[in-house]
Structures are given as structure tokens and as C-alpha cells.
């Protein structure tokens, strides 16, 4: 399995904006061959990053996600205006070594 995390920092007064541009997003990504699962985890603390976590069946899955027209289109609308977001955060791409726990 194949985890990507996108780590974002959104300014304080934007999560609710930022929340509802997933919620309108979904199923979109669920259609993608290989898609496994999609998180968005809400930081508890102020001044952390979201984390937008998807599981894939393996890289290429993830790599031609990248590829198709979906993402672009995902991508191309930015319903938020730049100072909804802070410096920081980044992505991050991690194969599976161990798994324990309920499976995905």
C-alpha cells in the first residue's frame, strides 16, 4: 500500500472553507483505479497543519491519479484566496511496511 500525506497549513478563519472544498470533492477521487481511501484530519492543536491523507493499492495508482484530467480539474479550481493558507507543511509519500489494526 502506498500513503500519501499532504500537510497544509490553513490561517485561522478559513477551516470551514477549507473543510466544505473537500466535502464538495467528494467521490471524485474514490473513481480513481488503485484508490483506497481518503482522509481529512482536522488538527487538534492551533498551528498545526491539516492532513489530507489518501491510501492507495500501490505508487503507480497514486502516479496516474496525478496524471488524469480529475486531479487537474481538482487542482485548477482554488476556491480560496492565498492568505487562507500559511508557510509550511509539504507532501509526503510513504510505502506501507508494517500495517497492524483494523485494515483499510
Not at 9 to 15: A, H, L, S
Not at 96 to 102: K, L
Request: proline share 4%; with cysteine.
Amino acid at each position: 500500500m502506498f500513503v500519501v500525506c499532504n500537510r497544509i497549513m490553513v490561517n485561522q478563519g478559513y477551516e470551514e472553507a477549507f473543510a466544505e472544498r473537500f466535502r464538495q470533492r467528494a467521490g471524485q477521487v474514490e473513481k480513481q483505479p488503485g484508490f483506497v481511501s481518503l482522509q481529512v484530519l482536522r488538527p487538534a492543536r492551533a498551528n498545526e497543519p491539516w492532513v489530507v491523507m489518501t491510501h492507495w493499492q500501490d505508487k503507480s495508482a497514486f502516479e496516474a491519479w496525478v496524471e488524469s484530467d480529475d486531479f487537474k480539474a481538482a487542482h485548477r479550481e482554488q476556491t480560496l484566496p492565498k492568505e487562507a493558507f500559511g508557510e509550511g507543511g509539504g507532501l509526503e509519500m510513504h510505502e506501507v511496511e508494517i500495517q497492524a489494526g483494523q485494515h483499510l
